[in-house]
């Protein structure tokens, strides 16, 4: 019998996870965990205005903010704002204040009192910073505050946050507390990286330069970082339209595809290209610079227009992979999937499956690698879109499929040595395991 998980669940394995956690903060008990859990899950089931409700609480102490920890004074950092006076940690003021607290932008602060009782004490701001780096849309980490985060993601769905790590997600009845990384590990990766790869002569022909198979090789490794982060961003930008979707990975645009909107667009390979090239020129200036400090010798002007024109470079083909990705992103919104080539050249939109045959079964892996611990399930247990994924793989063993839920879950579908294989919750966004939580041998993260 299938075990139906509930948000006290998911507030008792939070709670054993805190309790090894290495944290300077108070640990809250489990029925405060209990309570918030269970407070935000009931919230979720709302609307508001029609629209379903999305907002991000912050388990913070905010009477123990220190302002003189390092890189609290940079401009951009987070902030608390108090509210005069608390408001009751409930779910009719959650649903209210939801509209004000775009999650992207903002938090609930909460915390508990002496006889400990929730309260929204306050707002934090500049919460942009943190999703935008979770989101691949900026490198450098910034400070987040509290002891925990709680995003309410979709109807029944919870993700618990410490720091950039995931402690679990509550998504509806299930409780998920590993995410395959199928972008760095098994099958998924391995195909990504041998099909993304360009030639030495490809490479030297784009960046005008001869190029020995070490370089060619770092290159490409490059390249294959792009091309996961952008295949990544690409599916987050899907599950936050929140009626799902799906991506086809292959080489053949024809066999067993019916293409409502024939489409080329190739943007996000070339702004690839044009950050490396960018990129690469950087360095050269930067050494042609070293060699001037060497000599003790004047900047020239036109070398000093040169790098500032280099920087613009940079920051505009940034840009336009940022639009690209949003573009791509955009056409998942037509019925039916988003046909790509494994350089992410666009190739059609509103593609259709006539492939019907469906696998004997389908394997579930919740590691990256398949494994005998891989669970049987009939395919006819899901919906049309996977079913045509998992049709459409079975044949073409050489190709990649991703499909987006309506509740936001993204799976992987790979044919591996006559099987179909699906991975389930995988690995998309910008998460780094936090030095609070101590390593175990007997569980890795995010395999």
């Keep these: 019998m299938v075990k139906h998980f509930t948000p006290s669940d998911l507030a008792a394995f939070v709670f054993k996870e805190l309790k090894r956690a290495k944290i300077r903060e108070e640990k809250p008990a489990e029925a405060i965990l209990n309570e918030l859990f269970n407070t935000l ?16 609480v912050t388990l913070l102490d905010h009477k123990t903010i220190d302002l003189s920890e390092e890189g609290m004074e940079r401009f951009d950092n987070w902030k608390f704002f108090p509210f005069e006076p608390a408001i009751e940690f409930s779910i009719k003021n959650l649903v209210k204040l939801s509209k004000a607290a775009d999650p992207w932008s903002s938090s609930l602060s909460v915390y508990y009192d002496e006889h400990n009782k929730l309260f929204i004490y306050g707002m934090v701001d500049q919460t942009v910073h943190y999703q935008s780096f979770l989101n691949y849309e900026r490198e450098e980490k910034p400070l987040y505050p509290g002891i925990i985060q709680t995003m309410i993601n979709g109807i029944g769905i919870l993700n618990v946050m410490l720091d950039y790590h995931p402690l679990a997600t509550l998504n509806q009845h299930s409780l998920v507390k590993l995410y395959p990384n199928v972008f760095e590990y098994g099958p998924v990766s391995t195909f990504i990286q041998q099909k993304a790869e360009y030639s030495n002569a490809f490479l030297e022909k784009k960046f005008e330069h001869r190029l020995n198979a070490n370089e060619t090789e770092i290159f490409n490794d490059i390249i294959f970082e792009y091309v996961i982060q952008s295949i990544s961003r690409i599916l987050l930008k899907i599950k936050n339209y929140d009626h799902g979707g799906a991506i086809l990975i292959t080489e053949d645009f024809e066999t067993d595809l019916s293409t409502k909107y024939r489409l080329t667009y190739d943007r996000i390979e070339s702004a690839i290209m044009n950050i490396l090239t ?114 459409y793989c079975y044949k073409h063993a050489d190709s990649l499929g991703f499909v987006v ?20 919750n995988i690995k998309v966004y910008q998460f780094l395991r936090s030095n609070k939580m101590p390593r175990l041998t007997s569980r890795k993260f995010s395999r």
Aim: net charge negative; hydrophobic share 35%; charged share 25%.
């Design 405 to 424: 839920s309506q509740d936001g879950e993204i799976r992987a579908i790979k044919c591996v040595d006559g099987k179909v294989m699906m991975w389930e």
């Design 278 to 391: 960018s990129v690469t020129h950087s360095d050269l200036l930067a050494e042609e610079i070293k060699a001037l400090n060497r000599q003790k010798g004047l900047m020239p002007v036109i070398l000093h227009e040169e790098c500032e024109d280099n920087e613009l470079d940079i920051e505009d083909s940034y840009n336009e992979l940022i639009g690209a990705i949003r573009f791509v992103s955009s056409l998942s919104c037509v019925d039916g999937l988003v046909l790509m080539s494994p350089h992410l050249e666009v190739k059609g939109f509103g593609t259709v499956i006539t492939e019907k045959e469906q696998p004997p079964q389908v394997w579930v892996n919740r590691s990256s690698k398949p494994t005998q611990a891989s669970i049987k399930i009939d395919p006819s247990h899901f919906g049309t879109r996977h079913q045509s994924m998992f049709a």
């Design 41 to 56: 899950y009931y919230t979720s089931l709302q609307t508001e205005e029609g629209q379903f409700i999305r907002v991000t």
